[in-house]
């Protein structure tokens, strides 16, 4: 199928690593350009030199000033931008016992306030290509997960703004939609499970819990999802939060 991306200019945060780098790739094969925005220059040249396409700007994004030289620096280079994902984030478990005033509101902007900048800042191109935005969020939002307070929050915070930015750009023809992602085994995740006393054993009672197949989602399915919703071939989708997990979320685990 035939997306239409090609020479679209796509900015993806945290699109080095993990599922960024899977978004990152899935644009690439679809002729898309992909603007890799997170705070590694050695990653994000990495990303780019692989996929052999795509431009990398070095930003943190809990620094508000850097999320609007981000899209300047865009502009500057294309002229234009066609799609915003907004993916960059961790579970950093500032949960409510455990956590403070300052480490909470520091999660925010690791977590959320960035996603509100990065669309902020590009909705003038965006609304000159009518292009698209796709939020990256996480089922936290809405199974919990315990000791994680700022995270969930966050994430609450993504699908609200997904369905919010869909209502508020619907005059402009741009679509706001998020995918949801659940168990996906990515480098953070690997590292995150050989923190366990047993992980091999960890790991196993986890994916027995995911409906559809037993497995791990990979970041490529998840990847394959964002590219369709930046498409024309999602033309009438907007204010969705699409669930690529297996059936994780909302089905009957004891299936």
């Known amino acids: ?19 960024g780098a899977g978004i990152t790739k899935s644009l ?19 990303i780019i030199k692989e996929v052999g396409a795509g431009f990398g700007i070095t930003a943190e994004l809990t620094h508000p000033e850097a999320c609007e030289n981000a899209v300047k ?14 993916n960059a984030g961790v579970n950093d478990g500032i949960g409510l016992e455990k956590g403070n005033y300052e480490a909470f509101v520091a999660s925010l902007h690791k977590n959320v306030v960035h996603y509100y900048l990065m669309a902020h800042h590009a909705l003038p191109e965006l609304i000159k290509s009518k292009g698209a935005i796709v939020n990256i969020g996480s089922k936290v939002a809405e199974t919990g997960q315990g000791n994680t307070s700022a995270y969930a929050a966050s994430n609450g915070g993504r699908n609200a703004l997904t369905r ?3 209502v508020e750009l619907l005059k402009y023809g741009i679509r706001v939609n998020a995918v949801i992602v659940a168990e996906c ?9 050989k923190t366990l006393p047993n992980p091999e054993e960890k790991l196993r009672s986890i994916t027995d819990k995911i409906p559809l197949g037993k497995r791990m989602t990979t970041a490529e399915e998840i990847a ?4 369709f919703l930046l498409s024309e071939r999602s033309s009438h989708t907007t204010g969705q939060l699409v669930y690529v997990d297996g059936g994780y979320t909302h089905l009957d685990r004891s299936l």
């Open 185 to 193: 085994y990515t480098p953070l995740y690997e590292k995150w499970i």
């Open 73 to 86: 620096a865009t502009v500057e280079k294309f002229g234009r931008i066609d799609g915003l994902v907004n």
């Open 28 to 46: 690439a094969a679809e002729g898309a350009i992909p603007v890799v925005v997170g705070r590694d220059a050695n990653d994000n040249d990495a």
């Open 1 to 19: 199928m035939n997306l239409n991306l090609k020479d679209k200019v796509i900015i993806v945060t945290g699109g080095a690593k993990g599922i």
């Open 224 to 227: 394959d999802m964002v590219v």
């Open 164 to 166: 919010e930015w869909a």
